[in-house]
């Protein structure tokens, strides 16, 4: 079973937040200070990667606690 995870990157304030709750998926850009997913294929400005359903839990806390609510976990 896997879990698509997918961001609307252009939005990231670079909190860090994601990065804290699921450090395997998320990490910062030292380039632009957004954070970036791990794995993720862009398509008109939204970031998306399918992962392994072990990894549901610790993305949807990232999405949970985003500020600008720009993750998305289905
Ligand atoms: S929690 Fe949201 S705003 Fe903060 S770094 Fe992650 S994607 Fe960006």
Do not use: H
């Not at 252009?10 to 998320?26: H, L």
């Not at 030292?30 to 839990?57: M, N, T, Y």
């Amino acid at each position: 079973m896997k879990i698509t995870i997918i961001q609307q990157r252009s939005k990231c304030i670079g909190c860090n937040y994601c990065v804290e709750q699921a450090p395997e998926r998320w990490r910062m850009s030292k380039k632009d200070g957004k954070s970036v997913l791990i794995g993720a294929i862009e398509k008109k400005g939204f970031w998306s990667v399918k992962v392994p359903v072990a990894e549901k839990e610790m993305n949807e806390n990232a999405a949970k606690v985003c500020p600008v609510n720009i993750i998305q976990v289905r």
